[in-house]
């Protein structure tokens, strides 16, 4: 009789939720962790200055080591955040949703590493951030949205998002999604 492998030669198993991405990747999705700061830093230091600018809504050079560990330590109860990695480990996305005090809906969040928009790293992500939302009971799914930000803008659009103005903030577009209809699909 053989004895079962201890759990150090145990071959560690992929974490998160496996999906191909439209080059042939796979990547997955789950939750942040603790351990993920430095390479949320990492990641953030690959987006552009502009994808910068829409997600924080001003400039900023770097991520700073407050910044990244808030990233990771935040209240479960109030918060949810999911990431993109590679099979190195590397974040190539993330998102997150915030609920609003009357806990009917959250406010959510996405960039998506550079390099790799428009392969469906997005789309996994608000999967995931609905699916939560859906868990948790909201009602609705929101973000709010530069007006100049076309590429959010269009995405939000063919996954379903309804579009409203946001009152005395010209350059904000808010996107609202239903959490009670399915997302759009689209290719």
Do not use: C
Not at 34 to 44: H, I, N, S
Not at 149 to 159: C, I, K, P, V
Request: proline fraction near 6%; charged fraction near 30%; aromatic fraction near 6%.
């Amino acid at each position: 009789m053989s004895a079962d492998p201890s759990p150090n030669h145990r071959p560690k198993r992929p974490r998160g939720r496996a999906f191909r991405t439209a080059d042939g990747r796979v990547l997955r999705v789950r939750p942040v962790r603790v351990d993920d700061t430095e390479a949320l830093k990492r990641g953030f230091a690959r987006l552009t200055p502009e994808q910068v600018r829409q997600r924080v809504f001003h400039r900023m050079t770097e991520l700073s080591e407050q910044a990244a560990h808030n990233l990771v330590h935040f209240d479960p109860a109030m918060t949810a955040a999911f990431v993109v990695v590679d099979e190195d480990g590397e974040i190539r996305g993330e998102a997150r949703m915030h609920v609003d005090p009357g806990g009917q809906s959250a406010e959510f969040a996405v960039v998506v590493d550079p390099s790799m928009v428009g392969v469906g790293i997005g789309r996994a992500l608000m999967q995931r951030l609905v699916s939560e939302g859906r868990r948790r009971g909201l009602m609705e799914l929101w973000g709010s949205v530069l007006a100049d930000n076309a590429l959010m803008l269009d995405f939000s659009r063919r996954l379903g998002a309804q579009r409203e103005a946001v009152p005395g903030e010209a350059d904000l577009v808010r996107v609202r999604f239903d959490l009670r209809r399915p997302l759009r699909s689209y290719d």
